[in-house]
C-alpha cells in the first residue's frame, strides 16, 4: 500500500452487494426488473469479477441479462488492508457515458448508476469474452484493431483542445482531477515500484532475478520512466480511459466493446494507445507459452503484430480526418487561412500524430514492464504453468519493453516497433 493512502470512510447507506441481495436490490427499480422479465425469484445472479478491483455480477432472467458492477472499497486483490475509495465507480460511470457519446457502439449501454452503492448496471455484453482471453486462446478478432482506433480516436479528439470548447473543457478536467487515488495506483505501480526494491513487486523467480536486478540499476531507465511519469502527472491533453489493456476490451468477431474506465482523468493520450499496443506486443512474446504441437503459433503471433500496425494505422488516419475537420481553440482556423495555411496545418497535425505515436511506444513500454516486474500480471504470462517456459517469453518482452521505453523516440513508425519485437523474439530463440 502506498503511504499516500488512508483509512476509505464508507458513506451512509453503502453496502457491498452478493448473490443473495442483488436481486432483491434490482426489484427495487421497475425499468431494470422489466429488461430480466418476471421477477426476483427467476432471476439467476453470478459473481463473475475477476479484475483487481471491484464486484462485477450477471443477472440472468426470463426476458434478458444485465451486467453490475460494483465498487469495494479496498483494493480486491489484496484485500482490506488496502482500502481504496469508492468514488472511482462514480468517474467510471462519467467516462463511460462519455466516451460512448464520442464513440457510439464501442461501449456498453449504461441503464443505472447508483451513487450510494456505487455500482452501474449495464448492457450484459453476449457471447463477448475479454479479448485477452481470446488471444490466450489464439482467436482472431478481425475488426478490433479498426474499432479501438475509432474508439481511441474519436474519445481522445473530441474530449482534447481540439474537439472541445475551452470552459468547458476546463471543467472537466476539474471534475477528474478528483479521480486521485485511482491515478496514484498507477503513479506508483506502473511508473516507481518496478524500479526499485517494493514489497508489491514479484517476478518468476529465481529465472528473471537477474533482469530485475538489471532494472534496479539501470539509471538510464530509472530517468526516462520518470520523464514519462511526469507527462502522465502533468499533462491534461484528453478524457483517457487510463487502464485500456486487452482486458478492459470484450470482443467477439464482429464486435468490439470497451470497459472499466475506473482510472479515467485528463491526461496524455499517448497512455491510451500505448497501453493497446503494450498489451499486444506482450501477448506476441506470451504465445511461445501456449503453443501446442497441433499449433506453434507462429501464424498468430504474426496476427498479433499486424493487429498492432493496422490498428495505429487506422487510428493515425481517423484522429487525422477529425482533426482536418475541426480543429478547435487550439489551431483558429483564423490563423491557418489560404493555402499556405493549410498546409502548415497539416504540418502541425503530422507532427502531433508523430509525438503521438512517441508516447504510444514509451508508454506501452511502461506498461510491458510492470506486467513482468510489478503487483499485477498478465494472464497473458501468468497462464503458462511451466516457470522455465514463461520466463522464456517473459525475458525478451521486458528486454524490449526497456529499449522502447529509453529509445522510443528513434522509433518513427509502427512498423519499426514490430519488427523489433520480431528481432527480440528471433534472437531469444536462437
Ligand atoms: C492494485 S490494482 C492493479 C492494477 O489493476 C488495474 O487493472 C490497473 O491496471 C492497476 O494498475
Ligand atoms: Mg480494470
Redesign the pocket.
Known amino acids: 500500500m502506498s503511504s499516500e493512502q488512508t483509512a476509505i470512510q464508507v458513506p451512509e447507506g453503502y453496502r457491498a452487494l452478493d448473490v443473495e441481495t442483488l436481486a432483491p436490490y434490482l426489484a427495487g427499480l421497475p425499468a431494470l426488473g422489466a429488461r430480466l422479465g418476471g421477477g426476483a425469484d427467476d432471476w439467476r445472479v453470478e459473481e463473475v469479477g475477476d ?3 471491484n464486484l462485477v455480477f450477471i443477472v440472468r432472467g426470463p426476458a434478458g441479462g444485465l451486467c453490475v458492477k460494483q465498487a469495494l472499497p479496498y ?1 480486491r ?2 484485500g482490506e488492508s ?1 482500502p481504496l475509495p469508492l468514488d472511482r465507480a462514480f468517474f467510471e460511470h462519467e467516462a463511460l457515458v462519455e466516451h460512448g457519446r464520442h464513440a457510439p457502439g464501442l461501449t456498453p449501454a449504461v441503464h443505472h448508476f447508483d451513487p450510494v452503492l456505487m455500482l452501474t448496471v449495464m448492457e450484459l455484453l453476449e457471447p463477448h469474452i475479454i479479448m485477452r482471453r481470446g488471444m490466450i486462446q489464439g482467436i482472431r478478432y478481425p475488426r478490433a484493431a479498426t474499432d479501438m482506433a475509432e474508439y481511441m480516436a474519436r474519445t481522445l479528439f473530441f474530449t482534447s483542445d481540439l474537439g472541445m470548447n475551452a470552459a468547458e473543457k476546463k471543467a472537466r478536467v476539474a471534475l477528474f482531477c478528483g479521480n486521485t487515488a485511482l491515478c496514484n ?2 503513479e506508483d ?2 511508473f516507481t515500484e518496478p524500479y526499485m526494491v517494493h514489497d508489491n513487486n514479484w517476478w518468476t523467480s529465481p529465472q528473471l532475478d537477474d533482469l530485475a536486478a538489471a532494472v534496479r540499476a539501470d539509471a538510464e531507465l530509472k530517468r526516462a520512466v520518470s520523464g514519462l511519469k511526469c507527462r502522465f502527472m502533468g499533462n491534461a491533453e484528453a478524457l483517457i480511459h487510463g ?1 485500456l ?1 486487452t ?2 476490451i470484450m470482443v467477439t468477431e464482429d464486435d468490439t466493446r470497451v470497459i ?1 474506465p475506473e ?1 479515467a482523468f485528463f491526461g496524455p493520450m499517448g497512455f491510451d494507445t500505448g497501453a493497446f499496443v503494450g498489451n499486444l506486443l506482450l501477448n506476441y512474446f506470451s504465445q511461445d507459452g501456449h503453443a501446442t504441437e497441433a499449433d506453434d503459433r507462429t501464424a498468430y503471433r504474426d496476427w498479433v503484430l499486424e493487429t498492432a500496425e493496422a490498428f495505429w494505422h487506422a487510428f493515425a488516419e481517423c484522429y487525422g480526418a477529425l482533426w482536418a475537420g475541426r480543429t478547435g481553440g487550439a489551431y483558429p482556423a483564423a490563423l491557418f487561412a489560404g493555402p499556405e495555411g493549410e498546409a502548415s496545418l497539416e504540418q502541425a497535425r503530422d507532427d502531433a500524430i508523430a509525438a503521438l505515436l512517441t508516447d504510444t511506444i514509451r508508454f506501452g513500454a511502461a506498461k510491458m514492464i ?1 506486467r513482468i516486474l510489478g ?2 500480471h498478465n494472464i497473458d504470462f501468468e497462464l503458462i504453468d511451466d516457470p522455465d517456459r514463461r520466463a522464456a517469453c517473459e525475458r525478451p518482452a521486458l528486454l524490449l519493453g526497456r529499449e522502447l521505453l529509453v529509445n522510443g523516440a528513434g522509433y518513427r513508425t509502427i512498423r519499426a516497433v514490430t519488427d523489433a519485437a520480431r528481432e527480440f523474439h528471433a534472437r531469444a530463440g536462437a
Open positions: 479484475g483487481n478491483l483494493v486483490l489484496v488496502w495506483i498507477t505501480l506502473i487502464d489493456h482486458g478492459s472499466d482510472f510492470r503487483i499485477a
